[in-house]
C-alpha cells in the first residue's frame, strides 16, 4: 500500500484529506503535522523505522513558517532518492510556482482542485514524474533552473535573499559569521551574473 504524510497547519484539511485517502483503500496516512517542528520530529520517528512515505503533501505556509523550508531536511533523510514532496496550496501566482519549483518539490497542485486531481497528482510523483495543476503548467516552462549551478549552501542563501532577508538575518539563522555570507553572495553574483540584490532577487 501506498503511504502518505500530510503537513498542514489546518486541522480539518488534514483530517478530510486523512479520511479520505483511507477510504481509498490506496493509502496508509503514516502521519501529520502542522509546524515544521513536529514535522520534523515524526520524519525522525519515521526514519527510526524505515518507513519514510511515498508521498509527502505539504503546504507552502505553516503554523509562523514557511513550509518549502523542510525540503532540504527531507533531502538528508531520503538520501540519494529525490524527496517526493507534492506541494498543496491555495497560491496559484508565479511567485509561488517559482519557489516550489525552486525548492525541489515534485509538484504543486492548488487547492481548488479536488481530491481525484490531487490524487492523480500524488501517482504521478509515485511514478518519479513532475506533477502540477493545470493552472500552473502554462509558467512552468517561465521559471530558471539558474540554481542548479548553486551549491545547497549557495542555494539556501539565494532562497532567503529571494524571501527579502537582509545579510544579518541570513548569518543568524543558518548560524554564519556575516563575512561568510558576504563571500557566498559574492559567488552567488559571479554565478548568476546579477549585478546587484536587486536584480538577485528578480531571478
Avoid at 484539511?13 to 481509498?24: E, N, P, V
Avoid at 496508509?28 to 508521498?55: H, I, M, R
Avoid at 514524474?129 to 500552473?136: S, T, Y
Wanted: positive net charge; charged residues 25%; contains cysteine.
Amino acid at each position: 500500500m501506498n503511504t502518505l504524510v500530510l503537513i498542514d497547519d489546518h486541522t480539518m484539511i488534514r483530517r478530510g484529506l486523512s479520511a479520505y485517502f483511507t477510504q481509498t483503500g490506496r493509502w496508509q496516512v503514516l502521519g501529520e503535522a502542522e509546524s515544521l517542528e513536529e514535522a520534523a520530529a515524526l520524519f525522525t520517528e519515521l526514519k527510526k523505522t524505515g518507513k519514510l512515505p511515498n508521498v509527502v503533501l505539504l503546504d507552502i505556509e505553516l503554523k509562523g513558517a514557511w513550509g518549502l523550508d523542510l525540503i532540504p531536511g527531507l533531502r538528508e533523510w531520503y538520501g540519494k532518492k529525490k524527496p517526493p514532496v507534492l506541494v498543496y496550496s491555495v497560491y496559484d501566482d508565479y511567485a509561488h510556482l517559482k519557489a516550489v519549483i525552486r525548492s525541489g518539490a515534485a509538484g504543486y497542485v492548488c487547492k481548488s482542485q479536488g481530491e481525484a486531481e490531487l490524487e492523480a497528482a500524488m501517482d504521478e510523483v509515485l511514478q518519479g514524474r513532475r506533477a502540477f495543476a493545470p493552472e500552473l503548467l502554462p509558467h512552468v516552462a517561465e521559471v530558471s533552473d539558474i540554481t542548479l549551478n548553486l551549491t545547497k549552501r549557495q542555494r539556501q542563501i539565494f532562497d532567503l535573499v529571494q524571501r527579502s532577508r537582509s545579510n544579518l538575518q541570513i548569518a543568524a539563522e543558518l548560524g554564519l559569521k556575516l563575512r561568510t555570507v558576504e563571500n557566498y553572495l559574492s559567488a552567488i553574483y559571479e554565478i548568476t551574473g546579477a549585478k546587484s540584490r536587486k536584480k538577485l532577487k528578480k531571478l
